[in-house]
């Protein structure tokens, strides 16, 4: 059992890893098939023809497609993303930068949403039946129908603009820097400027594991050992939070490892409503720049950041499974 | 970011019940779509709405009562911004096109979107999972492994570089949504047909010298059908909140006004601050309806297909 | 086979057929010359310039009612600027190529650019058609000659008479039409500031040198907070990164010269600029000037800035230092500069627009890049600090948020105000609301509609709305090189057709004033006042293709004129 779990692992960071090479492959081809003069962004229009030929080969553009694609993924191996065409300096830096804000701002919303999400969750299974549950499920679903960008704009308008009792974008007022990450942390400047981003993207996140939370806890509840310990007289609401909960909860937090990944990839809309400086924003203004180099960082950034999540999903599954490592029948997450 | 309203764990884990496909294929499809409308009042609304809107789709250029770029002019002078009046119902933008109208025509783009999006979801899930739960061994594998890929290539993302590198199209984004959203139909559907595999039924078409693919289209294929169909519903919200967000970000196509584009136009023309909620409200209630009837009737089709969950 | 033959001889007789009718159409049609090609009209997208996006739009309509078969067709800006740059040479799209027939495009004002020569001559002069600025294709030797003239003209009524005559020949051959000369509008919190300290130059309105280090603040705030839309490419003496931070060198970098609020350099760094001759210029330096690390700034470092961008390591710079030959060291204080040639524009395309950069820093950096393929250009400001001699120093630049520039106290000019500091805000909803909440108090930048912008002036009087026009201008571009706007008649033509008025009315909601030069009715020294003009008429447009020899088909489309 136990080395059927190990093996189970194994096999499951194989495929990660096989997964991960696929994708950076099928990202270099995205990128080599764009449009237009790859140097575009960077080179200026007075720009001479020696001077466009050098750029090329210091970006190594001249070369066959398979050589570039080798030195490709021997410099992603050693961690190098090359050097973005519009700001000179190394992708690796760009993104660093601004990583930090979008796992502020991802972590804290989802824990948020999955706080809210679960304890809604239990509540809604023990008003099953009810107009609570039912009016509390269609106004879920509403957060998880509406744009997040709509709601965004909706916020922005009346709490930034007209109400003006928070700020409208950026992560810090203007002339505030901070000497370190911890210092920006500390800032209530900084907790100020997140609230709308955070509200926005909870508000959104939330339903999944509401949802999820209320029907495992439906679940749950109607089996044997629940019913064994009503039959024992022990009361409903203890039976739901000691017991039926802490079992409901699991794939609930399988959910949630997976939602970071998700998220940091589905932040690109909010990050731009609240002009907040993360890797969407990154990559959305690489794209549009044409810096190929940037947004290809910062997609790969986001891809590995999924990749590993969905693994430790994977293995967080594989060890409250008992049925995995014994049987094939492991169920992909 | 997971496209559907339960869990695919769950869903998976409480099998459905299958029965033998007695009847024909048409009679017991009906059936379980009746039965989906007849059961849940929510999915009844769901249908309500879609219908609502696709009527609205049709006879868009009788509602509407200006072409949706057409520009409202008086004596030279352009009308923009104009608030609400009995000739623009919903005011003009800022650069005096009718917002109703536009409101009116950008439920074909949003409807285009989500019912193609949908069909293709399902169908390449359904064929995916179908292939691959049936087989087994390497077709399983090879599929499983792509289906891992399409997980780890990040959504949003992908959907807007491929917008941006290909022509800005509204069939890009169709593509780009079908090329990754199968992942989730095809999985569940791989492990349901792994449950129904082994049943009688099918041993029995087996032995009676049925093939491979018949067993496959004509026995297993009837009986997840509605699975594909709660895939798809929940897939045609999915893709038009996917739409929204591509052409509110700017790369959607220039040329067609879609719900997603009036908000990217709104927000980039001020509405906001000039407080023009008649301009913000009314395409975001239409995407939030269109995408909550997805949901609707998906979940009208769980709780038929996994009927522990209606004991509530 | 005999299926085949059976099969094939009706084929025949339509092919046959067929090849009858096309005779006889050609027939028909054998006084008019073949149908004028299709034509794809660039532009922007919607969602990134929704005033050029519009503008096309309606300009495309209108070009349909003279018979053209037109597609207007909205790229992104990387796409767009790659073919009509790059691909200038290529064959048009519309012909199966991968070039362009007509774009929408716009030139951008810069302080260098208060003196005509640089629109004269980089933008129609035949040596710039390949790979510069002519990327309309515009060959013309007697355009070359007055360009190439003026550009030697000491005097300044025969310059100008000069400069007259080049526009009068464009306005004539239509390479470009023109659309209007924005007027950008900004906002200033003028409880902030005082409103009397900031000026307006000719031109390029109050967001200019003299305003920036001029404002004075009226109560505690005295920091100036202002935004731009772009992230901060690079922050780089050597390297012009675009219009937010060239805002930024502009402060921290002195120049030997400043170009003041009328438009003529005038001496900033520079004690005197005094020309010996025609090609030899006396520059004394400023006695006392240091760097932000303190050292003194010499001549040393004046001849090094501006024999830097001769040595290949800042081709951005190349063209404003290009044509001098010498600078030599006449004492610790005087330069003598010495050109190739006569060039008027020298105190303002050069002295008043290169920076001065420590030799002490960038000697070394500047060393190193020669062994090696990269240049200047690339450095970023860890490699290379930002140490100028300027009004500001540089303190900080988080990437995508904010940069910030503190006063130098001890410059000979200091600003007014104690810091300048710019905020990346690509959303312009809240670059607006933080213009009324005081987050941010001078809106330099504005991409959206500029109505909102008064609406919200008049509504708040501590908030107060300046709009003046600009020198940078709008037009609609010609690939002069293919069919069909090979053809002079088609460009005059469709100028006819370009409703001007309606668009500053409608679409720039009056902030703007129609255009009829490359050069801005805002430099009214050198604006020529009585060019023709192509007044909006469907008719006259069609007049000037019928008097040309163009015809009409039954189905409207438009044919050229008999061979």
Known sequence: MRRGLWLYIGGRLLQSLLVLWVVVTILFLLFRLAPGNPLTAYIDTTFGEEQQTALMARFGLDRPLHEQYLIYLGNLLRGDLGDSFRYGGTVVDQIMEVLPNTLYLTLTSLVAAYLVGVIGGIFMAARRGTRTEKVGIIFTLMTRAAPEFWIGMILLAVFAFKLRWFPSSGTAAAGTIYSSEIEKLLSPDFWQHMILPTFTLALYLHGLPLLLMRSNMLEVMDQDFITMGRLAGYSERRLMIRHAARNALLPVMTALTLGVGYSIGGNVVIENVFAWPGLGRLLVRAVTTSDYPLAQGAFFIIAVIIVILNFFADVVYGLLDPRVGSSDQAKAS | ?312 | MMKWQRSYKPLLSVLVLAVVLLGLTSVAFAQSGAPVDPIVVLSNTQAEDPIEFETTRLLVENMRQLGLQVEHKAVPWAQYSDTVWFNRLETPEAEGGTGWQMTAWRMVARPERMDPDEFVFNLFHSSTAESGYNFVGYINPAYDALAEAQRGETNQDARREEIFQAQELIANDVPYIYVAHPSLPQLVRTDIWDPESIVDAQGIGIQNFWTWTGMTPLGDQKTIITNTGDDLISINPLYIAGDAPSRITELVWDRLMRIGADGLAQPWAAESVEWEDETNVIIKLRSGMMWHDGEPVTVDDVKFSFEVPNSGESPMYAPFTRRITNIEILDDSTLRFTLNEPWVAFEVASLAKVNLIPKHIWEPLITDLMTKEDNAEGLTIDQAPAIGSGPFKFVDWKEGETAILEANKEHFSPPKADGWVIKILPNQESALGQIQTGELNFLREWEGDSQVLQEVADADPNITLYASPDLGFRFFAFNLRFPPFDNVALRQAVAHVMPKDSIVKNIFKGFAVPADSYVSKAIDYWHDPNLPQYNFSIDEGRQVLTDAGFTWDAEGMLHYPAQ
Not at chain 2, 95 to 118: E, H, M, N, P, T
Not at chain 2, 200 to 212: C, H, I, K, M
Not at chain 2, 215 to 235: D, E, K
Not at chain 2, 273 to 282: N, V
């Open chain 2, 1 to 312: 970011m997971l496209p559907q309203t339960q869990n695919v764990e769950s869903a998976a884990a409480s099998a459905p019940i299958f029965e033998r496909p007695t009847d024909s294929f048409l009679s017991q499809f009906a059936r379980t779509n009746l039965e989906v409308f007849q059961r849940d009042r929510l999915a009844l609304a769901g249908l309500i709405i879609l219908t609502f809107f696709v009527l609205v789709a049709i006879l868009a250029p009788v509602i509407a009562p200006y072409d949706p770029l057409q520009v409202i002019e008086e004596d030279g002078i352009w009308l923009s911004n104009e608030k609400p009046a009995p000739e623009y119902p919903l005011g003009t933008t800022n650069l005096g096109r009718d917002i109703f109208s536009q409101l009116v025509f950008g439920s074909r783009a949003a409807l285009l979107v989500g019912f193609s999006a949908a069909i293709a979801v399902s169908v390449i899930g359904t064929v995916v999972g179908l292939l691959a739960g049936y087989y087994g061994g390497w077709v399983d594998t090879i599929l499983m492994r792509l289906a891992d890929i399409a997980f780890g290539i990040p959504f949003l993302p992908f959907i807007i570089v491929l917008a941006a590198f290909m022509e800005p199209n509204i069939w890009n984004v169709v593509i780009a949504m079908s090329l990754l959203l199968w992942r989730d139909t095809g999985r569940v559907i791989r492990s349901q047909v792994l449950v129904i595999k082994e049943q009688a039924f099918v041993s029995a078409a087996r032995v009676s010298g049925a093939s491979n693919l018949r067993i496959i289209f004509m026995y297993i294929a009837p009986s997840i059908l509605p699975l594909s169909f709660l895939y798809g519903s929940l897939a045609i919200g999915w893709s038009i909140l996917t739409e929204a967000s591509v052409s509110f970000l700017g790369f959607g196509d220039p040329n067609v006004v879609s719900w997603g584009f009036m908000l990217q136009d709104a927000f980039n023309s001020q509405a906001l601050s000039r407080g023009a909620f008649y301009w913000i409200i009314p395409p975001g209630v239409c995407i939030m309806l269109t995408v909550m009837a997805g949901f609707f009737i998906g979940r009208g089709y769980e709780e038929v297909l996994f009927p522990r969950l209606r004991r509530m």
